[in-house]
C-alpha cells in the first residue's frame, strides 16, 4: 500500500470513501437540510389555506406565504448545492482511487498482474472506480432525504392529529410486509441468478472466441446449442425468481405508492370531519404530507441495491490494493557486466508443486541460452524470474553477483529487455509505441529501430505512418506486426540482457523470417535468454538448459545432448518427427493447390 489516502488497503464501501468522508457528510447534511426546507413550506399551507377560507382575510397571511416562498427557496437551493458537492466528493474520489490504483499496480509484481489478467484489472480500474463514482455522485444525498423526511412528516402529523397519524402508521407496515415477502430468500435467489448470468456470459466469450475452431468441425450449431441450453436456464430462472414474488412484490410498491394513503387518509379524515373532531387545515396537512412520506421510502430500497454494488467494486480495488508491493532495496546496487546465475532457484506459483526446483545455471555475459523442456516444464516461469516479474521463493538471482532483488526497479529494467509472445501496444501512436524503450529517444533513431525490427516498411504503408494509432479501427495490425514493433521497442532500449520468447506458431513464413532477421538485430552481443522452439536458435545456442517438471535435467551444446541420449536428445527427435510432419502437409497442399 502506498497511497497516502490510505493507510491501510480499504475493506469495503465505508472504508474507501473514507478520503472524502467530509464533502460526503456535507451533502448529506445540505440534503437534509433541503428535506426539512421542503416539509417546512408545505407545513406553511395549511394556516394559508384556513386564513383564504375565513371571511375577512388576516394580514398574517402575506407573512406565511413569505415563509413557505423562503422555505422553497432554501430546499431548492440547499438540494442543489447537496448534488453538486456530492459530485466534486465523486471527482476527487475518482481521482484518489484512480491514483492509488495506479501507483500500486506499478509497484506490484509483474507476475500478478499477468495471472489476475489485464483485461480484470481494466474492469476494476475503469469500472468499479465509476460504479463508486456513480455512488457518491447520485446516492450519498438520498441518504439525507431517506431517513429526514419519514421522521419529520410522521412528527407533523402526530402533532396535527394523532389519531390520523396512527391511521398512515398503519398503512405502511402492511406495505413492509408485501415487500419483506417479496425479498424473502433474496440472497439465494440472487445467487442463482447471478450464477446463472456468470455462465451464460462464459458461454458467450467460449462461443465467440472459440468460433474459430468450432466453426472448423461445425457450423456452430452445437455450441450454439450449448448457448441456447444456458440462455434457458438463465430465463427459467428469472420466470421463477418473478413468480415467487410478483404479487407481492406489486402489493408492497403499491401501498409506497402515494395514492392508497391518500385514499385511506382522505376516507377517515372526512369522517372525521363530519363528526368535528378534524379541521380542514389539520386534514390538509395529512393530504400534503403523506406522499412525501411514501415517496421517501422508495430511495431506501434502491439505495440498498446502489450499496451492493458499489461494495462489490470497493472490495475488489480493496484486494488490488492488498496485494503485497514487490519489495525495494534500502540500498540498491548496480551490475558491471550482463553476466547472470541462478543459484539453487526454486520457485512456486501456489502452495501447490514449485513451477521450478532447485535450479542453477550460470550465463556468461554475452551468451545464448536456450531453455527447452516438455510444456510445463518451467521454461517461462525461468525466463519471467529475471526481471522480477516474482520473487524467487528460495536461491537468488544475479547478475554480475548482484541479486536482482538488491537492484532498483530502475537498475533491473535498464539491464534487462523482455520480448514475450502476448506483446502488448498502448492505445498510442506507433511512434510513442517503440519510444517507450527510451523516451527521449530521436525520431531517427526510432526509425532506425524500426528498421532493425524489419517493421519501418509496413509502418509506412498505415494510414499515418509513424503517427498511426495503434489498435485503431481499420489499422488492425498482425501478431507478426505487433511482435516486430516491440522488438523495434527493446532494440531502442538497447538493454545488455535480452529475455525473449520466441513465438510458437507464425502466421505465415515471410512474417516468421522477418521476425528472425529482427530478433538476430536485437540480441548481438547480447546475453540472450531464449524460451526456444526453433531449431535454428537450439542448435547454434552457446548452452541449451533442459528443463523437465520444473528442475534442470541436462545442460550442454547441441551435440553434446543429442550424444547424450536424455530427455532432450528425445524431445529433439519428437521435434523432426513434427517439422517432417510439417513438411509433408505443407508439400500436399501444394500438390493440392496444382
Ligand atoms: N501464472 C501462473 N499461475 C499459476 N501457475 C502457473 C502460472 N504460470 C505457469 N504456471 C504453472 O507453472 C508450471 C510451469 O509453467 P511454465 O509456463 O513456466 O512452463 P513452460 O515450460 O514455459 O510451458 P510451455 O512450453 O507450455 O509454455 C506449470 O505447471 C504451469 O501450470
Not at 154 to 177: E, H, K, N, S, Y
Amino acid at each position: 500500500m502506498s497511497h497516502q489516502a490510505y493507510t491501510k488497503p480499504p475493506t469495503g464501501i465505508w472504508d474507501i470513501i473514507a478520503p472524502v468522508k467530509g464533502r460526503i457528510a456535507g451533502a448529506i447534511a445540505l440534503s437534509a437540510l433541503s428535506s426539512i426546507a421542503g416539509i417546512g413550506a408545505l407545513l406553511a399551507i395549511p394556516p394559508i389555506a384556513a386564513a383564504l377560507l375565513s371571511e375577512s382575510p388576516p394580514a398574517q397571511i402575506w407573512q406565511w406565504i413569505a415563509i413557505a416562498l423562503g422555505m422553497v427557496a432554501i430546499a431548492f437551493t440547499a438540494r442543489v448545492f447537496a448534488f453538486h458537492v456530492s459530485h466534486i466528493a465523486a471527482f476527487k474520489l475518482e481521482v484518489i482511487l484512480r491514483t492509488a490504483l495506479t501507483e500500486h499496480l506499478a509497484q506490484v509484481p509483474l507476475g500478478y498482474i499477468i495471472t489476475t489478467g489485464s483485461g480484470a484489472i481494466k474492469k476494476i480500474v475503469q469500472d468499479d472506480v465509476k460504479s463508486l463514482h456513480a455512488f457518491v455522485a447520485d446516492s450519498t444525498p438520498l441518504f439525507g432525504q431517506a431517513y429526514t423526511i419519514p421522521v419529520l412528516s410522521l412528527i407533523a402529523m402526530f402533532v396535527a392529529d394523532w389519531r390520523l397519524g396512527l391511521v398512515t402508521l398503519a398503512v405502511l407496515p402492511v406495505g413492509m410486509i408485501f415487500i419483506r415477502l417479496a425479498l424473502r430468500d433474496y440472497a439465494e435467489q440472487r445467487d442463482a441468478y447471478d450464477r446463472a448470468n456468470e455462465q451464460i456470459n462464459s458461454v458467450i466469450i467460449e462461443f465467440v472466441q472459440g468460433m474459430q475452431v468450432v466453426r472448423t468441425f461445425d457450423d456452430g450449431s452445437s455450441s450454439f446449442a450449448r448457448f441456447q441450453n444456458s440462455l434457458d436456464a438463465f430465463t427459467q430462472k428469472l420466470r421463477e425468481w418473478n413468480e415467487k414474488t410478483q404479487t407481492s412484490g406489486r402489493l408492497g410498491t403499491l401501498l409506497f405508492e402515494p395514492l392508497p394513503t391518500l385514499l385511506v387518509v382522505s376516507a377517515v379524515g372526512a369522517w372525521f370531519m363530519m363528526q368535528g373532531t378534524l379541521s380542514f387545515p389539520r386534514l390538509l396537512v395529512f393530504l400534503l404530507l403523506a406522499p412525501r412520506l411514501c415517496g421517501a421510502f422508495k430511495p431506501i430500497f434502491t439505495l440498498s441495491y446502489f450499496i451492493n454494488q458499489a461494495n462489490a467494486g470497493a472490495l475488489r480495488i480493496g484486494a488490488v490494493l492488498a496485494e503485497p508491493a514487490l519489495p525495494q532495496s534500502e540500498h540498491p546496487q548496480q551490475p558491471a557486466n550482463a553476466s547472470i546465475a541462478l543459484h539453487n532457484v526454486t520457485f512456486a506459483y501456489s502452495d501447490e508443486r514449485p513451477a521450478l526446483q532447485d535450479v542453477s545455471l550460470d550465463l556468461p555475459a554475452g551468451t545464448v541460452t536456450a531453455l527447452v523442456g516438455p510444456s510445463g516444464a518451467g521454461k517461462t516461469t525461468l525466463a519471467r524470474l529475471i526481471p522480477r516479474f516474482w520473487d524467487v521463493d528460495n536461491g537468488s538471482i544475479e547478475i554480475d553477483g548482484v541479486d536482482v532483488r538488491q537492484m532498483s526497479s530502475d537498475t533491473l529494467m535498464s539491464w534487462v529487455s523482455f520480448v514475450f509472445q502476448d506483446t502488448f501496444l498502448l492505445h498510442d501512436t506507433i511512434r510513442n509505441n517503440i519510444k517507450l524503450g527510451r523516451p527521449n529517444a530521436t525520431d531517427e533513431e526510432v526509425v532506425a529501430a524500426a528498421s532493425s525490427a524489419q517493421a519501418h516498411e509496413f509502418i509506412l504503408t498505415l494510414p499515418n505512418g509513424y503517427d498511426t494509432i495503434a489498435g485503431e479501427r481499420g489499422t488492425r495490425l498482425s501478431g507478426g506486426q505487433r511482435q516486430r514493433i516491440t522488438i523495434a521497442r527493446a532494440i531502442l532500449q538497447d538493454n545488455p540482457i535480452v529475455v525473449l520468447d520466441e513465438a510458437t506458431a507464425f502466421a505465415d513464413p515471410e512474417n516468421e523470417a522477418l521476425i528472425q532477421k529482427a530478433i538476430a538485430s536485437l540480441t548481438q552481443g547480447k546475453t540472450l535468454i531464449v524460451v526456444a522452439h526453433r531449431l535454428a536458435t537450439i542448435m547454434s545456442a552457446d548452452q541449451i538448459a533442459v528443463l523437465d517438471q520444473g528442475r534442470l535435467v541436462e545442460l550442454g551444446k547441441h551435440d553434446e545432448l543429442l550424444a547424450n541420449g536424455g530427455v532432450y536428445a528425445r524431445l529433439w527427435l519428437r521435434h523432426q518427427q513434427a517439422q517432417n510432419w510439417e513438411l509433408k502437409v505443407r508439400s500436399q497442399t501444394l500438390s493440392v493447390k496444382f
